[in-house]
């Protein structure tokens, strides 16, 4: 059993975000809370909701409707608002006001900062544009940018409307946003002339107006020229930003709508098949992960927040939603954390003085490959927390992360959950100690269990299915024009429980860890484990920067484990390599896990937030159909596993 690695001091614990809930909770205790807001989740919510400061402009009559059944949870019935009231309006008139919200580096190192004064100017001026040109409630507006300070403008502007955002990932090709945009029955699009990513000029406008020849319902395009490029004009349906915001009202009230109201669609990864539309409300999404990031991970209003990602991920707006509403300022990147150099991410961290950095695990395999001069080369004692999500860490990466980034004292938070929760599910608090790769256990208000196939909870040390027992005020409001698929994939399993489909434990000590997708599973010879077991010992020997374990057909055993892995910077990709990544695992989980084949690529088939796609990985090695691949950033490594496994 590991050690643990890291405790709060008891001052650091007497001033969290979360000592101080549990004390406005009238609870004893962290497990206290969990089970107060288990016996009572309209009380755990109401109080919730009232400690975040979101306004409402009519309040409520009802915190949750069952009535049509858990999975159909209906919010806040009765009451109306807009996210902008609490993200926005309230810091009117408060020192906040003339704060920076937002600081923003480009690729090329150009600075800039807005003020919340400014961005809400910016909002506003752009809300007043879209309404002059017909949008309003009930339209869905795809928004097709990087993450430069106007993509906020365009989130914020969209919603206080009173019409849905559809982020799109600013790498996707036409054929990804026309899929997208015809499944949101999108009305309008804001886009950019060009961004820059790893030195080149990607011309974004041109890839939009490809995928608009086969979207016919979009009427509008509203065009930002960021970089004054020569483009392609179409005078009936594109209109500049700048010509439309021009001479707009300073403040423009938001239009009001129902609480639970939808405010986000987000298209899910798709690691599993065709990308899902979830359905994120006012009230939901932005009190669940102002939370998840206030109270639980102590985010504070002095913070400076960075979490290097794309507004077509739910990092994108979750940064935006919980930074604002916390009074924070967020520090927005335009590219990559590794170029122009390998150590950017850490240069930005000392530059821009940031105190709450967000990480993914494939992230720092990704930078670890540069060694640690790369770090130790930057000043980081900024640094007060740092939250990861995105998938299970190895302990290796986990690890280096905690001592060449954190310094052994800013803490790793580990939170797990998904565009679907709206939100976590696990996380890690000032009140937990840390273990490598763990969680401290179960947000309030979530109910999380880790129930066998029979659906009873499993004990200490044996794996089994993450759920959750309640419906969270975060959740998917359903997928978007597809009940079927919301019921299926979350709720058929167990009655009423919704299960997540990760494979989760706890320890002898109460922290829990998440061991990759249970869709994942491998069983040979009659035993299970999950890919992420077998790629945390492949990646344990040092060999190798990255692994997908996946079960191949055999005709004795029934399926065998294959690894694809992309050597460390050094390694020869040969026999002799192959043998020892092999020696590690059989070392680890038996003979009987031992690979029987291995590949070895420059790179691995992943999605637009990092994630290893294995059913790609598999797919290729087998020559079948990989199904969509929209969400790829990547599409190049696909052709690469099939050659490679094709010898």
Same mark, same amino acid.
């Given at each position: ?9 008891? &001052? ?23 089970? *107060?807001? =288990? @016996? ?6 109401? *109080? ?24 159909? @949870? ?77 993509? !906020? ?30 499944? @949101? ?57 700048? $010509? ?20 986000? #669609? ?9 990308? %899902?539309?979830?359905? #994120?409300?006012?009230?939901?999404? +932005? ?12 985010? %504070? ?13 739910? !990092? ?38 940031? &105190? ?25 004692? &900024? ?36 565009? $679907? ?5 696990? !996380? ?25 196939? =029979? ?19 975060? #959740? ?11 019921? $299926? ?37 009659? %035993? *299970? ?26 005709? *004795? ?34 003979? @009987? ?8 690529? &420059?790179?691995?088939?992943? +999605? ?20 969509? #691949? ?18």
């Amino acid at each position: 059993m590991s050690e643990i690695v890291w405790r709060a001091e008891p &001052s650091v614990i007497e001033r969290s975000n979360i000592k101080q809930f549990i004390d406005h909770m009238g609870a004893t205790g962290y497990d206290d809370l969990l089970a *107060r807001a =288990a @016996a009572d989740p309209d009380w755990f919510w109401d *109080r919730t909701i009232g400690y975040l400061g979101f306004v409402f402009q009519r309040p409520y009559d009802r915190v949750r409707d069952l009535s049509d059944g858990a999975p159909w @949870a209906k919010w806040c019935q009765g009451g109306t608002t807009n996210a902008t009231l609490s993200l926005l309006d309230k810091h009117r008139d408060s020192p906040t006001y003339d704060k920076p919200a937002i600081r923003f580096e480009s690729e090329a190192g150009d600075v800039r900062s807005w003020s919340y004064a400014d961005l809400d100017r910016e909002t506003c001026r752009l809300t007043a544009a879209l309404a002059e040109l017909g949008f309003g409630s009930g339209d869905t507006i795809g928004i097709y940018m990087p993450m430069i300070p106007e993509v !906020v403008a365009a989130f914020f502007a969209t919603i206080r409307l009173g019409a849905v955002a559809v982020p799109l990932f600013s790498g996707f090709g036409h054929e990804a946003i026309a899929t997208r945009l015809n499944d @949101a029955g999108a009305t309008g699009v804001i886009t950019v002339d060009s961004t820059r990513r790893r030195g080149r000029q990607i011309a974004m406008k041109a890839v939009m107006d490809q995928a608009l020849e086969e979207v016919p319902t979009v009427r509008r395009q509203i065009v930002l020229r960021d970089h004054d490029d020569e483009i392609a004009w179409d005078e009936v349906r594109d209109r500049d930003w700048r $010509e439309i915001t021009e001479g707009q009202p300073d403040f423009v009230p938001a239009s009001i709508v129902a609480a639970d109201h939808p405010m986000l #669609l987000v298209y899910t990864s798709g690691t599993t098949g065709k990308p %899902k539309g979830t359905v #994120l409300s006012h009230v939901g999404f +932005t009190v669940k992960i102002s939370f998840d990031l206030l109270v639980c991970m102590d985010l %504070k209003p002095d913070d400076r927040l960075m979490w290097i990602s794309d507004f077509g991920w739910v !990092v994108g707006p979750m940064i935006t939603t919980v930074s604002t509403l916390a009074g924070a300022t967020m520090v927005l990147v335009e590219g990559t954390p590794d170029y122009p150099d390998p150590g950017r991410m850490w240069r930005l961290v000392e530059q821009h003085e940031v &105190s709450f950095l967000g990480v993914a695990p494939t992230t720092i395999r990704g930078l670890m490959r540069a060694g640690t001069e790369e770090v130790d080369k930057w000043d980081l004692s &900024s640094l007060r927390v740092v939250p990861s999500t995105g998938e299970p860490w190895t302990d290796e990466a986990w690890n280096w992360c905690f001592e060449h980034v954190c310094g052994g004292k800013a803490p790793l938070f580990n939170w797990t959950g998904g565009t $679907e929760i709206g939100g976590g599910i696990l !996380v890690t608090t000032m009140m937990h100690p840390l273990k490598p790769c763990c969680f401290g256990g179960s947000i309030p208000g979530m109910e999380a269990d880790i129930l066998d196939d =029979a659906g009873n909870s499993v004990p200490a040390g044996e794996v089994g299915e993450l759920v959750l027992r309640a419906p969270s005020i975060g #959740l998917t409001r359903g997928l978007w024009q597809d009940p079927e698929r919301y019921l $299926e994939t979350y709720w058929s399993v167990y009655p009423d429980i919704w299960r997540h489909g990760d494979w989760a434990s706890r320890d002898e000590d109460g922290l829990w860890y998440v061991h990759g997708r249970s869709d994942d599973t491998l069983k040979i010879g009659g %035993k *299970r484990t999950g890919p992420a077991e077998i790629e945390g010992l492949v990646m344990a020997t040092g060999l190798v920067s990255e692994a997908a374990a996946i079960g191949i057909p055999d005709p *004795r055993a029934g399926q065998q484990v294959m690894c694809v892995c992309v050597p460390a910077p050094g390694v020869a990709a040969d026999e002799a390599t192959a043998g020892e990544l092999r020696n590690a695992v059989a070392a680890g989980l038996g003979h @009987a896990f031992r690979p029987q084949a291995m590949l070895f690529v &420059s790179d691995l088939p992943k +999605t637009r937030n990092m994630k290893i796609m294995r059913r790609v990985v598999k797919a290729a090695v087998l020559g079948r159909d990989p199904g969509d #691949l929209t969400a790829l950033v990547n599409p190049e490594a696909v052709d690469e596993v099939a050659a490679a496994a094709s010898g």
